[in-house]
């Protein structure tokens, strides 16, 4: 599966992004799909992820409220609506592909996007 991400950019404390994700190769519809993301000097963190089927969607607590994650299987892309963003959530945000484990850890992903990066203004 390769995967692009693209959507990033600056925003104002309080404004949204949607960011997108492409997928193609592999079955993408057999992959649960995460999104990450890493601010500068942190260690890669889990934001959300959808189930294959999109039947089930998990968020960090930290996002839970105001992310959003959706899926379209026929069109091959994954969603991260953003909303009331906030200072803390700038970083580089990635896609990912996977099929084992429960989802929250990013060594459960075997496919990586390049990244997107998100830069809040206060």
């Known amino acids: 599966v390769q995967l692009q991400a693209s959507g990033g950019g600056l925003v104002q404390a309080g404004g949204s992004l949607r960011l997108s994700c492409a997928a193609s190769?592999?079955?993408?519809?057999?992959?649960?799909m995460g999104w990450f993301r890493q601010a500068p000097g942190k260690e890669r963190e889990f934001v959300a992820f959808i189930s294959w089927s999109a039947s089930g969607t998990f968020y960090a607590d930290s996002v839970k409220g105001r992310f959003t994650i959706s899926k379209d299987n026929a069109k091959n892309m994954v969603y991260l609506q953003m909303n009331s963003l906030k200072p803390e959530d700038t970083a580089i945000y990635y896609c990912?592909?996977?099929?084992?484990?429960?989802?929250?850890?990013?060594?459960?992903?075997?496919?990586w996007g390049q990244g997107t990066l998100v830069t809040v203004s206060s």
């Open positions: 190769g592999r079955t993408f519809s057999n992959y649960r």
């Open positions: 990912a592909a996977g099929r084992h484990g429960p989802g929250f850890n990013f060594r459960e992903y075997e496919y």
